[in-house]
């Protein structure tokens, strides 16, 4: 299946992206900076070559992003585009409610290892895709002309995928990118501060519910903290307040694997899911196993089963034995 799509070089891409086309970006729903970096930084480079672009997600990002976003409203709209690119996205469930797309996407720019390769695509496992999109405007020798707003697109995608360059997937190229980048004269110290040390009163109350409701499995090695429909609205919050409780659950000492359920506000039966490993412990293995993927330290899916507590069963089952393989080795 995968062998019907092209793998395209950074100097194939490069030249893709010369062409002036009106474009539509497509980025992963839950959007995070890395997503919403990679399209706003593209867009501000297409428009350089003076296409015409627009950007969708099937989510609203949080109104934090709108450094990034400029506050554009990203629903899809059905228009006559002449090509559709989708960024940070590694599988058509990624797309979420846009997912009807992506036998409509012209190519991929993405950074997943476990990309499922649903078009022609261009890819380079780097930290960020944001770094791929850099990488790219450096390639078309653009970068001269490219606003601050790109610089700052850029900076965001690379630092909120490295945790504000802490993870395991920063390399010294991510650091020598990120150099290159912050000559550009950047306020990366506001940008960090806006992604990470500034939380609205709902996001607060989030992460205080997210201890109240957290459980521990596996000699507490495995946390998980499930959101029922029940539970967001007698707390009256959105999925955009929880998207860090994954990381607050696994920054407990001891705990192997981090993870939250939530379930979907207007299907009860779906659940999304996310990981986040601080051991050696592949948790996009186990994400793939029941549909979903991303990468060794950070993963998602989206499942569905009859109840919350069906669901809780199935991801404490699949994620105790990846501890426990793990706990022998
Ligand atoms: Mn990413």
């Known amino acids: ?10 100097s194939a891409l490069a030249k893709l992206v010369r062409k002036k ?24 480079l297409l428009e ?31 228009l006559d585009y002449e090509r559709i690119i989708a960024v940070d996205v590694a599988s058509p469930t990624q797309l979420g409610g846009l997912g009807f797309l992506a036998n409509s996407v012209d190519f991929t720019i993405d ?13 380079d496992f780097r930290a960020s895709n944001c770094e791929n999109i850099y990488l790219l405007a450096k390639k078309t020798k653009m ?20 945790g504000g360059f802490k993870y395991s997937n920063v390399k010294p190229e991510t650091m020598s990118t990120a150099c290159e980048v912050l000559k550009s004269g950047i306020d990366h110290a506001e940008i960090n501060r806006v992604m990470f040390d500034s939380k609205t009163i709902e ?28 539970i ?42 996310s990981s ?16 979903g993927g991303g990468h060794k330290r950070a993963s998602g899916a989206t499942i569905r089963c009859e109840s919350p507590e069906e669901a809780l069963e199935l991801v404490v089952g699949l994620f105790s034995k990846a501890i426990e393989e793990y706990k022998k080795r």
């Open 111 to 123: 950074h997943h290892e476990m990309n499922t390769r649903f078009s022609d695509y261009y890819e």
């Open 21 to 44: 086309k009106s474009t539509l970006i497509l980025c992963h729903q839950n959007p995070d900076p890395d997503t919403l970096g990679s399209a706003f930084a593209l867009k501000e």
């Open 276 to 291: 986040r490993s601080n051991a050696n412990i592949d948790v996009s293995q186990v994400c793939a196993s029941i549909g």
């Open 1 to 10: 299946m995968s062998n019907q799509y092209k793998r395209l070089s950074l």
């Open 232 to 273: 967001k609205e007698k707390n009256g919050i959105v999925d955009g307040d929880i998207s860090d409780a994954v990381n607050h659950v696994r920054g407990i000492e001891g705990v192997l694997v981090g993870l939250t359920l939530k379930q979907s506000s207007d299907d009860e039966k779906k659940f999304f899911l």
């Open 48 to 78: 350089c070559f003076g296409s015409s672009v627009r950007v969708a997600c099937c989510d609203t990002p949080s109104k934090r992003f709108n450094f990034i976003t400029g506050g554009r409203d990203l629903t899809y709209h059905t």
């Open 203 to 230: 996001e607060i109350k989030a992460q205080r519910l997210t201890y109240e409701i957290m459980k521990l499995y596996c000699d507490n090695s495995l946390a998980i903290a499930m959101f029922t429909k029940e």
């Open 143 to 162: 970068l001269k002309k490219l606003p601050t707003h790109f610089y700052e697109c850029i900076y965001a995608g690379m630092s909120s995928d490295t």
